[in-house]
């Protein structure tokens, strides 16, 4: 039984999301010192307590880990890197303009304000 499995709908269509994957497997991969070899659109990866695979298809992406004995304490901060990074690289799909009538006509407010003139100047 899997300790880790998440799973994540994108829109990024198959070309993007593998590479979004590869990313995401890099990433991890050096951070939790995995190695890997994809098989068709699996990464099956491994280390001494961990195995897993990642799978991902033209809308979804599924990460399933088991986690060893030593390792099953830090599931929390594993899940939690793994969540990160996976929102980095598959953003949630976006949501679709307002259909108000005034929608169109609000425009963007700054997120600073200006910068004030300096003294005696």
């Known amino acids: 039984m899997a300790d ?4 994540k709908t994108h ?14 497997a890099e990433h991890l991969g050096r951070k939790f010192g995995l190695e890997g070899d994809w098989s068709g659109n699996t990464l099956n990866f491994e280390r001494p307590g961990v195995t897993g695979s990642l799978s991902v298809d033209d809308k979804d ?3 399933v880990v088991t986690l060893g ?3 099953k304490a830090m599931r929390g901060s594993i899940e939690g890197a793994v969540n990160s990074e996976r ?3 598959f ?3 976006a949501r679709p303009p307002r259909s108000s009538p005034d929608a ?3 425009s963007p407010k700054p ?3 200006p910068p004030r003139p300096k003294k005696g100047a």
Do not use: T, V, Y
């Open 104 to 106: 169109g006509d609000a």
């Open 11 to 24: 829109n990024l269509g198959l070309k993007a999301a593998r590479a979004a994957a590869d990313k995401m």
């Open 87 to 89: 929102d980095k690289l």
């Open 61 to 63: 992406l599924r990460l």
């Open 111 to 113: 997120k600073k304000a």
């Open 91 to 93: 953003p949630e799909k």
């Open 4 to 7: 880790i499995d998440i799973r």
């Open 69 to 71: 004995f030593l390792l």
